[in-house]
């Protein structure tokens, strides 16, 4: 007669479920003869993705086009049939959305002040953003939280984050997002890279402050493109759609704290 054992992989956000290994590894003649996997959100309701499978001995089994997934999951439920050994159980997966921003919040709530004001400051230069973050901790929703703050900061603190940045298309960027963030660059013409060159003197010649752009999968073409047509700006709806740039760019810095 077969028993099931369970085994329970617990996760501290939702993830979308990409891949799972099972790895009998060394087991030879005590591994389980057949498994199956469930999911759950809460640890109570379960359903099952992976259903009863043979297995081999001392194999890893990766398991992907067999997995019947029908949304995130937060825990995982391995049984075997009959108890047997189990090297290791590997999951592949990727945090939600929401999950995402629950994690940033909780990492931002957790941090010791001088490292937060040092990660905050890393996402949006303006000190004025970072403080009123750091003193609205213990956050509820770090990211909703950002965004508020940001869209009631004066245009002095808009034009100190904008300071922060490199401009788009140097040649050399120290800071590591920037660098990852501008990739685009990278592989351009050294005719986009002069155009770009001449087309950022010319916005801080007009504008006052250095071409924002939330550079993240955009070609140096496509950012060239984007700052002729605002150059056509007036100083006010361009500062608008500038300071909307850095709250995306400050968001997507705020979901690297904690990728």
């Not at 799972?20 to 590894?25: A, G, K, M």
């Amino acid at each position: 007669m077969l028993t099931a054992a369970g085994i329970s992989l617990n996760a501290c956000f939702p993830c979308s479920i990409a891949k799972i290994e099972i790895d009998t590894n060394h087991f030879k003649g005590n591994y389980p003869d057949t498994a199956s996997i469930d999911a759950s959100t809460d640890g109570e309701k379960w359903t099952e993705i992976l259903p009863r499978t043979k297995l081999q001995a001392h194999t890893r089994h990766m398991f992907i086009d067999e997995l019947q997934i029908a949304g995130p999951a937060t825990h995982l439920r391995l049984n075997v049939y009959p108890d047997g050994g189990v090297s290791r159980m590997r999951v592949w997966g990727r945090a939600t959305e929401r999950g995402r921003a629950d994690a940033v919040t909780r990492h931002l709530n957790t941090r010791t002040d001088d490292v937060a004001q040092r990660e905050l400051l890393a996402c949006c230069g303006s000190h004025e953003w970072m403080r009123r973050m750091l003193e609205a901790r213990p956050l509820d929703d770090a990211l909703a939280k950002a965004d508020e703050i940001w869209n009631t900061l004066t245009e002095r603190d808009w034009r100190e984050a904008f300071a922060a940045h490199p401009r788009i298309g140097e040649r050399k960027v120290d800071a590591k997002w920037a660098s990852e963030e501008q990739s685009g660059t990278a592989v351009a013409a050294s005719e986009t890279l002069k155009a770009l060159e001449e087309i950022n003197q010319k916005y801080e010649d007009h504008f006052g402050y250095i071409y924002i752009v939330c550079a993240t999968g955009k070609s140096a073409d496509e950012m060239l493109a984007i700052a002729r047509e605002r150059m056509i700006n007036d100083p006010q709806t361009e500062l608008r759609v500038a300071a909307e740039e850095q709250r995306k760019i400050t968001r997507l810095r705020l979901l690297k704290l904690v990728s």
